[in-house]
């Protein structure tokens, strides 16, 4: 499912880029800006990010470009055709990386320099595997702790490492909601590693996870509302939460879309705990 991993790392690119350059190649970014078309690469394929590094002094921008690369193949071919095909639209420097997130040893991805007569490329390629996981997991941005799953674990096993990802991620999150996006995420990447069922497992297991839409409580406070009206199935939903005393306060508000006063007049009401 390459198609999978590509939405997630174009979601997280804003995050991805300037950490993932530091590690690389150590370049600074002053500014990204999004360049004003889509570049089409029509012989083969459209590239994957685009960006234009913006400088104070415009003779110092450039493109920059990222592709992510699940399998060890010799890329240079298909760079130097993204490299001409930029220069003839936008008659700038590009500088390239390649991400390599397979599961593959990088032996063929590492052949990154290309030299014909008058001709020469060079590109940057980053090898997940090769970089250890707390690199990734010191990272006070998600969107990088998540790379950790793709990582060298070292001598740890990999659940000791999904279950230190997970935790890392509670910790910078803090919020049910926004958290199931990246435990989704993290998924979806753990399947590149084939460790899909084991970072299932962490997950389910975790006392903050849930998937609301299957939750019977909830969906027994919905049917409640239909029959009820909307406000009683709101209370319903309310009290179910209150009384498995796993969310927070916030959580509830915005799980359900009440009132802080809502919640907290009904826990005082049926003598309920609350979590801050």
Not at 9 to 34: G, H, M, R, S, T
Not at 165 to 188: A, M, N, S
Not at 196 to 205: F, G, L, Q, R, W
Request: proline fraction near 4%; hydrophobic fraction near 40%; aromatic fraction near 8%.
């Amino acid at each position: 499912m390459p198609n999978d991993y590509d939405k997630i790392f174009k979601e997280n690119f804003e995050e991805l880029i300037p950490y993932l350059l530091q590690l690389v190649a150590n370049w600074e970014i002053p500014k990204l800006e999004a360049l004003k078309d889509k570049h089409q690469i029509t012989i083969e394929r459209e590239m994957d990010d685009l960006k234009k590094v913006v400088h104070d002094d415009p003779s110092l921008d450039y493109g920059l470009h990222w592709e992510v690369q699940g399998k060890d193949e010799d890329m240079r071919s298909r760079m130097l055709l993204y490299l001409a095909m930029f220069y003839h639209r936008y008659k700038m420097p590009l500088k390239q990386i390649v991400i390599y997130i397979g599961d593959e040893p990088a032996n063929l991805i590492k052949q990154n320099v290309l030299e014909m007569d008058n001709v020469r490329l060079e590109f940057q390629v980053l090898d997940l595997r090769s970089i250890p996981k707390d690199v990734f997991l010191q990272s006070d941005k998600p969107e990088c702790v998540l790379l950790a799953i793709l990582s060298d674990f070292g001598s740890e096993k990999p659940e000791w490492v999904v279950r230190q990802i997970l935790e890392h991620l509670v910790k910078l999150i803090g919020r049910v909601p926004r958290l199931k996006k990246y435990q989704k995420q993290l998924h979806v990447l753990s399947r590149l590693r084939k460790l899909a069922v084991i970072t299932k497992n962490a997950i389910d297991s975790m006392p903050i996870h849930y998937d609301i839409e299957t939750d019977e409580l909830y969906l027994e406070g919905i049917e409640k509302g239909r029959e009820q009206g909307i406000e009683q199935g709101i209370e319903k939903g309310v009290i179910n939460m209150l009384k498995r005393e796993q969310f927070t306060l916030r959580d509830i508000v915005e799980i359900m879309g009440a009132s802080e006063e809502f919640v907290l007049n009904i826990a005082q009401r049926l003598g309920l705990k609350v979590n801050y």
